[in-house]
T-cell receptor, first 116, second 110 residues
């Protein structure tokens, strides 16, 4: 299994509070991703990173920010959590880079977030 | 309209059946096509990967891509109860940013 650890695995929080999810990898891969998974929508890309301090927005980035200060860690922050952000969040890493980044991803186990 | 459409099912088949899972897409830039399998409360895992049009076989699994029709398929032969999972199609133009289908829930009953 790819060395990806997500924390926390489960979290319940209240509307308006900030939340940070952490993704840690031991593979030294350059590309890291955050997806959310919701019924009827499949997996949707929130943000991704292609190197330390290099990040970009995905399809559903509003209300989320990310940071990557080390190769192994990619943090997802919900600045002020809303009920619409109740979801399962998956981190993923890619062994491929640049134009050969074909999308073969390795996923973590997921972080289940409930916003009341 | 979504870029990738996948019938969410659920699909229930008897053990030993041939299963056909399908996705259609609208973005002509997609070059790389994948199928991921996701067991309950787990992360998706890559099952099959295909570049451009054609077929690819791996054991009981066959992936087909028809770019002219913008249609991809996954066939599972001699299905087993252990194949029960959600199957997600995914596509990429090569940037590493995947677009996923909704996922099809498959149950194979003994």
């Amino acid at each position: 299994d790819a060395g990806i650890t997500q924390s926390p695995r489960h979290k319940v929080t209240e509307t308006g509070t900030p939340v940070t999810l952490r993704c840690h990898q031991t593979e030294n891969h350059r590309y890291m991703y955050w997806y959310r998974q919701d019924p009827g929508h499949g997996l949707r890309l929130i943000h991704y990173s292609y190197g330390v301090k290099d990040t970009d927005k995905g399809e559903v980035s509003d209300g989320y920010s990310v940071s990557r200060s080390k190769t192994e860690d990619f943090l997802l922050t919900l600045e002020s959590a809303t009920s619409s952000q109740t979801s399962v969040y998956f981190c993923a890493i890619s062994a491929r880079t640049g134009l050969s980044n074909t999308g073969e991803l390795f996923f973590g186990e997921g972080s289940r977030l409930t916003v009341l | 309209q979504k870029e990738v459409e996948q019938d969410p099912g659920p699909l229930s088949v008897p053990e030993g059946a041939i299963v056909s899972l399908n996705c259609t897409y609208s973005n002509s830039a997609f070059q790389y096509f994948m199928w991921y399998r996701q067991y309950s409360r787990k992360g998706p895992e890559l099952l099959m990967y295909t570049y451009s049009s054609g077929n690819k076989e791996d054991g009981r699994f066959t992936a087909q891509v028809d770019k002219s029709s913008k249609y991809i398929s996954l066939f599972i032969r001699d299905s087993q109860p252990s194949d029960s999972a959600t199957y997600l199609c995914a596509m990429s133009p090569g940037s590493g940013k995947l677009t996923f289908g909704q996922g099809t829930i498959l149950t194979v009953h003994p």
